[in-house]
């Protein structure tokens, strides 16, 4: 079929069918000459219908599509040679081909089996566009996760809690960098290892219940002390949170861990403030009532003693009670001071000296079979406290320790300089600085972890009953607290306990001496040879008459009031009153501060003492007044003496100064 009469003989119908493919196609014989195409053929490769009879040649097509360039730059004649050569041999070609416009053909070559080809051509470009906006689009999409993977891993990295991915086996398929750097790890190497492998063996076994209800598709979130592998113990929030996808079976499940540390430390602390904060007012609420109590039962117990005299009553009954009566004195005094409600009187103080003395009392009072180790570090700073609650905080602390050890043991004192870094200052709610550390160890029998826990509530003791007040380690805590300082206790069962006391440092220097009031020292508790008339102010009957019979004791002649009014009235009325002893807290417009302020003004001659059941009550009285003689209930006969002997030297300088000026005025 070499010639137009050979195409014709073909069935005109299937040349017709042909014609309205989609796809070009061409037959060529085995001596490389066209048999049959289509229309589509011709317009997809460019050619012109002239190029295409029966019996053209083959080659005639390659050079001209050479010519124009469709298999891009070459050599012409080699082009041509190559891709005619190529079609003699019997070989089946697959391939694409880019035109110069862009288009893009698929060319399919298939041998016949007598001889020559048939080559199927079909326009892919419409294909290949959209296979390129599909790339495209999935590039974008590939990049925008990408982005994001790295976003939400920043955040993770960032975010202050570990996180992880853990599948059904316990094997960690992700964990950001938080989780990581807890166990000793980077993120990659995590990955891949099991659960039991990266967290320490106590951890795991108090986890393993929480992993299994995750497993089975519980929410679970839930607290536990961990230890991690440098040793650390840390409280830790956990929230586990299982996976399951659409078939919704658990394939494993998310891990989110939060640091609770600095937290339960400063609700503890808070906690603690409220606690003593409650115990203060409660103290400083029952005081007056319960010390005018306690002044009753003294005033009528003491003069009971003097007048039985020695004997057997006295020894058996009367003694045991004012003894009894005085520790609930001191008790009360205890209360308010471990509740920071008592007057703090703080000077710099050298801590390494300090601690040094009262190491030396202590070694003469605990047991010799207690010994005692004391180390000073060079250039401890001084500290700001009050040194009388200083030595009362390490007796505390050793009558603890002499406890926990039996008597038999070892202490020992550590004190040092230790810069407070930042981030502990912050956990410990302190400004960062320099502070004193004093460490006060013992050997003894140990604490549980619910007992350090509760180790400086009042009232709290381990002892048994009636062998300690629970009072003791809650002072050393409120003095530290008054000292705007920290105290902490590390304590197990069998270890011994180490109690830290963190101080701020601060210079110290030396005080000059002052120089000593005239006359205070030869007045102080010493009462004229002839008493004046003395005003007795106290609203409590019961009171009033056991202070009236300490008074007629010292040979007073007295007056009763029973408010500051009723004082203001007879001072109005009676002459010859040279002494108000006078009770602050008391029914009425004029208490007693306000009385002394009037006497002040209007009668200077007039010296006054006041009394109070309010132990947290300071020696200076509001609104300008000078000091003034304070006596707190209960109190001694000598004790009042005392008080009223400087109340009266008081005046008598005072008068001897306006003297002095009138003097000088003349």
Known sequence: MTDQSSRRDLPDLVLQGLSQLEQGFTVFDRDLRLVAWNDRFLQMCGFVPALAFPG??????????????????????????????????????????????????????????????VTIYTDITARRDQEAQLHELVRERTRALALSEARLKLIADEVPAGIAHIDRELKILYANRRFAAAYGYRPEEVIGLNATEVLHPRTMRGSERFFEQARRGALVDFEMRIELPDGRIKDIRTLLRPEKPSSGEVIGFYLLSIDVTRRKAVMSALMGAQKMDALGRMASGISHDFNNLLTIILGNLVPLEEILGEGELVSDYVAPAIAAARRGSALTQRLLTLARREQYAPEATDIPGAVEEICALLRSSL????????????????????????????????????????????????????????????????????????????????????????????????????????????????????????????????????????????????????????????????????????????????????????????????????????????????????????????????????????????????????????????????????????????????????????????????????????????
């Open 56 to 117: 053209a040649e083959f080659g005639t097509f390659i050079r001209d599509a050479t010519l124009r360039g469709e298999y891009g730059p070459g050599e012409p004649e080699a082009i041509i040679a190559e891709r005619v050569g190529r079609a003699r041999r019997p070989e089946r070609h697959h391939y694409e081909r880019t035109r110069p416009n862009g288009q893009v053909l698929e060319v399919t070559n298939t041998p016949l089996p007598e001889g020559g080809f």
């Open 367 to 666: 047991p010799r079979a207690l010994t005692i180790e004391l180390s000073s570090a060079a250039g401890v700073p001084a500290a700001l406290v009050d040194r009388a609650q200083l030595e009362m905080a390490l007796l505390n602390l050793a009558l603890n320790a002499r406890d926990a050890t039996g008597g038999s043991g070892r202490i020992r004192i550590e004190v040092e300089r230790y810069p407070l870094p930042a981030e502990e200052a912050e956990l410990l709610r302190l400004p960062a600085g320099p502070y004193v550390r004093l460490r006060f160890a013992d050997d003894g029998g140990g604490m549980s972890a619910e007992q350090v826990e509760r180790v400086f509530e009042p009232f709290y003791t381990s002892k048994a009953a009636g062998a300690g007040s629970g009072l003791g380690l809650s002072m050393v805590y409120g003095f530290v607290k008054q000292s705007n300082g920290s105290i902490s206790v590390e304590s197990a069962p069998g270890q011994g306990a180490v109690f830290t006391i963190l101080l701020p440092g601060v210079a110290l220097t030396q005080p000059g001496a002052a120089p000593a009031a005239e006359g205070a020292t030869q007045e102080a508790g010493a009462l004229a040879e002839a008493p004046e008339l003395l005003l007795l102010v106290e609203d409590d009957r019961e009171v009033r008459r056991t202070i009236r019979r300490q008074l007629s004791a010292l040979g007073f002649a007295l007056l009763e009031a029973e408010t500051g009014d009723e004082a203001l009235r007879l001072i109005d009325r009676v002459e010859g009153i040279g002494l108000v002893l006078s009770d602050i807290d008391m029914p009425g417009r004029t208490d007693g501060f306000a009385l002394a302020r009037v006497l002040r003004a209007g009668h200077p001659r007039v010296a006054v003492a006041l009394m109070s059941g309010q132990a947290d009550v300071g020696p200076v009285a509001p609104g300008g007044l000078a000091a003034l003689p304070l006596l707190r209930k209960p109190f001694t006969e000598a004790q009042l003496a005392e008080a009223l002997g400087r109340a009266r030297a008081a005046v008598r300088i005072g008068a001897a100064g306006e003297l002095l000026a009138e003097r000088g005025r003349e």
